[in-house]
């Protein structure tokens, strides 16, 4: 049924180029091919936060690996003097900066990059990266949005670049071994999978447009989103809260657990239905005070309809999501932004459970266990020091740019597009307030006009997402 769905979309490519200026790129780009004594030049695009934990990792990598971070790009210049210092300090070498990622993809030197944009720009900054010959790793969610995301696929395809997502639980050998455990049978045949996203997080609050900082390039970090006035709430990591730029918990956290149990689950395909609701609780206008919130920077607004004083953000911190695929297997995904119990046998907060025929297994972090029946003591568990990773994801990358074999890639685009389409679908059922019906094999929702319109976004030129790739 995959490979059958897979041709199907193949076939609707037709035979059209890509091209970025007046370079094209052909079915495989041999020119990207590097040698295994060869240095690798990687621009890391985006440096604030994950882009820090990239930063981080590569200066981390042994000098076997051979790569230099030749260019650091943001779109905020105020980061650059404290990013930099992290890489002359970790490598002796002081890199070139940037704010325009279409200069770095310009730059002949560099060999591939590492995205940690906001989600709005990380599917045109990959495909801009594979039209420009560079290998891409990008952050989780892979897309901002389903059309764009199968976009990308095809970029990846198209130029045969390495293109791997960063959905780091597909690295961690505990993670690796219970998902061995579970494909080999080991609580009977899987029907029901559950994930657990449980992220306290204060109401970050409104405030007032105004005026970007000196060096914030505000227009090309909003790139393809839809244009609004500079405002503090919406950019620098409170942009994961609002449609344009962000999408959620669920998009956030959730995508990371909601990879692991659909690997558990063996699910390669869509799910045909899905329903999800949930909403804005729990901020209250004295909460500011009693969670010590930083003055002027959680400033709470409107009342919403469940009667609470609530930020002003746009997507939800309680959120409930029910998938089902064509075999009757379930996926539930459950988010709480406030506070809670805990859930699971050692009270997780961030996990998966799967139930099977003949028991249950429960993940939590980087361990596992595995209980048989109403039995209380677990029968298998992950083993002591198996939580260190097999290969980062990061190294993954660069071995594989090596190898020339996009096959030896912990998670390539289209399972971190497999992934990633799972927090997307929920949050369209949330928008529209009903259950749908998805035709994977097309990637529309079964008469529902509507909710396809949320499948893709309007561009803002010249940041749009080609249509023909």
């Known amino acids: 049924m995959t490979k059958r769905r897979e041709f199907i979309k193949k076939a609707a490519l037709g035979s059209a180029g890509i091209s970025i200026g007046a370079m094209a790129f052909s079915a495989k780009s041999y020119g990207a091919i590097i040698g295994s004594n060869e240095r690798i030049n990687l621009a890391q695009i985006g440096i604030r936060n994950q882009g820090t934990v990239h930063i981080n990792n590569y200066c981390s990598l042994k000098d076997s690996h051979n790569v230099v971070l030749k260019v650091l790009c943001d779109t905020d210049e105020n980061l650059f003097d404290a990013k930099s210092k992290i890489v002359s300090d970790k490598t002796g070498v002081k890199p070139e900066l940037e704010w325009d990622l279409r200069k770095v993809l310009d730059n002949k030197e560099v060999d591939a ?278 290969a980062s994801l990061f190294s993954n990358y660069i071995e594989a740019i090596r190898s020339g074999d996009n096959t030896m890639l912990q998670c390539d685009m289209r399972e971190g597009f497999y992934s990633t389409a799972l927090p997307l679908l929920a949050n369209i059922s949330y928008r529209v307030k009903r259950e749908l019906k998805f035709m994977g094999d097309y990637e529309k929702f079964a008469n529902d006009p509507e909710a396809d319109t949320l499948l893709s976004r309007v561009y803002r030129e010249p940041f749009a997402v080609p249509n023909e790739i």
Not at 134 to 159: D, F, T
Not at 201 to 221: C, I, K, L, V
Not at 269 to 277: F, R
């Open 113 to 390: 990059v590492s995205i940690a944009t906001p989600n709005h720009w990380h599917a045109l900054a990959s495909i801009w990266a594979c039209q420009a010959g560079k290998h891409v790793y990008v952050e989780k969610p892979a897309s901002h949005n389903i059309w764009e995301g199968r976009k990308m696929i095809q970029a990846a395809q198209k130029s045969g670049l390495t293109v791997q997502v960063g959905l780091t639980n597909r690295s961690y050998n505990n993670v690796r071994d219970a998902m061995q455990f579970l494909h080999e049978g080991g609580i009977g045949k899987l029907y029901m999978a559950r994930v657990l996203t449980y992220k306290f997080r204060n109401s970050y609050g409104t405030g007032a447009n105004g005026t970007p900082p000196a060096g914030f390039h505000y227009n090309q970090w909003l790139g393809p989103a839809t244009y609004r006035p500079y405002n503090e709430k919406r950019s620098h990591y409170n942009w994961h809260w609002y449609w344009d730029t962000g999408n959620g918990d669920s998009g956030n956290t959730g995508t990371h657990q909601l990879d692991i149990a659909r690997w558990g689950l063996q699910k390669n395909e869509h799910p045909e239905t899905i329903y999800s609701m949930g909403g804005i609780y729990g901020f209250k206008k004295d909460d500011c005070e009693a969670e010590n919130c930083t003055p002027g920077t959680r400033v709470y607004g409107d009342v919403n309809t469940y009667g609470h004083d609530k930020s002003g953000q746009e997507t939800p911190n309680i959120q409930t999501g029910l998938f089902k695929y064509a075999d009757g297997t379930m996926l539930e995904y459950e988010a709480r932004g406030r506070y809670t119990n805990h859930e699971g046998s050692d009270g997780k907060e961030v996990g998966n459970l799967f139930y099977g025929e003949d028991g249950w297994l429960e993940i939590s972090g980087n361990s596992w266990r595995a209980f048989h029946h109403r039995d209380t003591k677990p029968f298998a568990s992950s083993k002591e020091g198996g939580a260190e990773q097999k």
